[in-house]
């Protein structure tokens, strides 16, 4: 589990690197807002082309050689953006990521999750997963703060933090290799043998479960309201007239709040059900995205948007860490996991490729910080439909335990 905190991180440290470091990526590389969207929408692209086939792979192949693959993968595609190449050459390694980092990495990274720990306890095993990568997020975040703050120039610091998360990658796919064990003998076991795990009978038993589509709306609001966090490094810098430095810091703050979100999310979804603990971080959500909306500037503080970071940090986190164990309570079947992973991913990671898009439009076709209002707006709504789709799941009928090889309906 260990390998596989660091290796979860590591992986998307690079691809998402924007979240702490937009305007200094902007000043290197000399891009607009709308561009560092772009970079971003093109590694969603590949990322959602990939989901599907992703999830066949991880049903197929041991998680380790899929892992380290990505890992490694990832981290000599890092070394190659540290050369500062040009906007061309940033396209396409986004493009590279979107296949590294999700056709050989997504599903397996789930399935080897969900097979380490027993069907009572899917929810503390994803929330001790996405806490530990929570760790590992915050203290990449925080050596690569510290490392941008004592260059002497943003292009330098921007380097340095390149390099920090590119080795990070490439580490923990060596971990990954020495320690992950094969798991295929596992998943085998699991398999009923009249199915014979064609790929298009998986996709088709798949999509006739009408919670895996319950499910992909969940974490599509929940992801959606993710990805917002990473505009409160740039809204503190804009509208609070605050340092680069400041947002690099207040960044890793931010990212010191998953652990201790998504692993308290896995021990409550253990006690209560997943989706009740759900619903109370959409509810949440929809107050804390709402206020930064809806509150006038006038009366926006720093300290009043400590607190909405704070909160909107926590619930998302905490959703992010127990918004898996799902396919536990909806009773998906063990040898479809890896499929039912690719087809609800394909579907609700979707914000990776307008999020960026439509944040940066907002921000640079909108005056002052009314862009970034505007967003939150909408991401208040979403959090709003999420809410709906859990209480939707928690009215549908039980179906039979995951691992008890019957098929679901």
């Known amino acids: 589990m260990g390998s596989l905190i660091l290796a979860g991180e590591a992986i998307y440290m690079l691809p998402y690197m924007r979240k702490s470091f937009q305007t200094s990526m902007e000043a290197t590389f000399e891009l607009t ?9 093109l590694f969603g692209i590949l990322a959602l082309v990939c989901y599907l086939p992703g999830g066949w792979l991880a049903d197929r192949f041991s998680a380790r050689r899929l892992l380290t693959l990505s890992l490694v993968g990832t981290g000599l595609g890092g070394l190659y953006m540290a ?13 590279f990521w979107g296949i590294f980092s999700i056709l050989t990495f997504w599903a397996a990274l ?19 997963l996405d806490g530990g990568r929570g760790v590992v997020g915050a203290g990449l975040g925080s050596i690569a703060a510290a490392c941008f703050a004592v260059s002497a120039t943003t292009e330098s610091g921007l380097v340095s933090v390149i390099l920090v998360y590119s080795l990070a990658s490439l580490a923990a796919g060596l971990a990954v290799w020495l320690v992950v064990p094969d798991d295929h003998a596992t998943v085998v076991e699991n398999e009923p043998a009249e199915d014979g795990l064609h790929v298009f009978d998986s996709i088709s038993h798949t999509l006739r479960i009408a919670d895996v589509w319950l499910i992909a709306v969940v974490i599509f609001c929940a992801y959606f309201a993710f990805l917002g966090t990473y505009e409160f490094p740039a809204y503190a810098e804009r509208g609070f007239d605050r340092s680069k430095e400041f947002g690099a810091w207040l960044g890793a703050f931010r990212d010191w709040l998953r652990p201790v979100a998504a692993v308290l999310a896995g021990v409550i979804a253990d006690r209560v059900s997943a989706s009740r603990a759900i619903g109370a971080c959409f509810a949440l959500l929809v107050v804390s995205y709402g206020t930064l909306w809806a509150l006038p500037p006038a009366l926006a503080s720093i300290a009043i948007l400590g607190t909405q970071v704070t909160a909107t940090a926590l619930a998302v986190f905490a959703l992010r860490g127990v918004y898996f164990a799902l396919l536990e309570e909806a009773g998906i079947p063990l040898h479809l996991t890896g499929i039912a992973v690719g087809t609800i991913s394909m579907l609700a990671f979707t914000p990776d490729i307008f999020a960026p898009l439509l944040a940066g439009w907002l921000v640079d076709n909108s005056p002052g910080i009314f862009g970034y209002r505007r967003y ?16 939707a799941i ?3 009928p039980k179906a039979p335990a995951a691992g008890s090889g019957e098929k679901t309906a």
Not at 84 to 94: E, I, K, M, N, W
Not at 113 to 121: C, D, F, K, P, Q
């Open 376 to 391: 939150f707006g909408i991401l208040a709504i979403a959090a709003a439909v999420g809410l709906a789709a859990v209480l």
């Open 83 to 95: 050369s500062l190449p040009g906007y061309a050459g940033l396209l396409a390694v986004h493009a």
């Open 110 to 128: 789930i399935k080897a999750t969900r097979l380490w720990s027993g069907a009572g306890e899917q929810g503390r095993a994803f929330g001790i």
């Open 394 to 396: 928690r009215c549908r």
């Open 33 to 41: 807002s709308f561009q560092i969207g772009t970079l971003n929408a």
